[in-house]
């Protein structure tokens, strides 16, 4: 059975960091592209970051210099360490594994920035 469970969301003052963490099981872990994915209230999903099998990484433009994934293949968790919070980042984070038709979510953790 897979599973991917996201953490570390909260409460946090805009200028504030969160580390989210998504722990996955039930899937080679190495071998799947991994990406954070947020959707806001009354807006459409979007992709935050991803990072490739081989650790490569792309960013929205909207998070780019401020939010930072990273994988530890060991523990078979991927992080996303957001630094500069801005209200416009609150929303529901999820994780998401793919690799090729595989395809799976984590529930997601509400991030709440505040003025």
């Known amino acids: 059975q897979v599973q991917l469970v996201e953490s570390g969301g909260g409460l946090v003052q805009a200028g504030g960091s969160l580390r989210l963490s998504c722990s996955a099981s039930?899937?080679?872990?190495?071998?799947?592209?991994m990406g954070w994915y947020r959707q806001a209230p009354g807006k459409q999903r979007e992709q935050v970051a991803l990072?490739?099998?081989?650790?490569?990484?792309n960013y929205a433009d909207s998070v780019k210099g401020r939010f930072t994934i990273s994988r530890d293949n060991a523990k078979n968790t991927v992080y996303l360490q957001m630094n500069s919070l801005k209200p416009e980042d609150t929303a529901v984070y999820y994780c998401?594994?793919?690799?090729?038709?595989?395809?799976?979510w984590g529930q997601g953790t509400q991030v709440t920035v505040s003025s």
């Open positions: 998401r594994g793919t690799r090729w038709s595989y395809d799976y």
């Open positions: 039930g899937i080679r872990f190495s071998n799947y592209y």
């Open positions: 990072i490739t099998s081989g650790g490569s990484t």
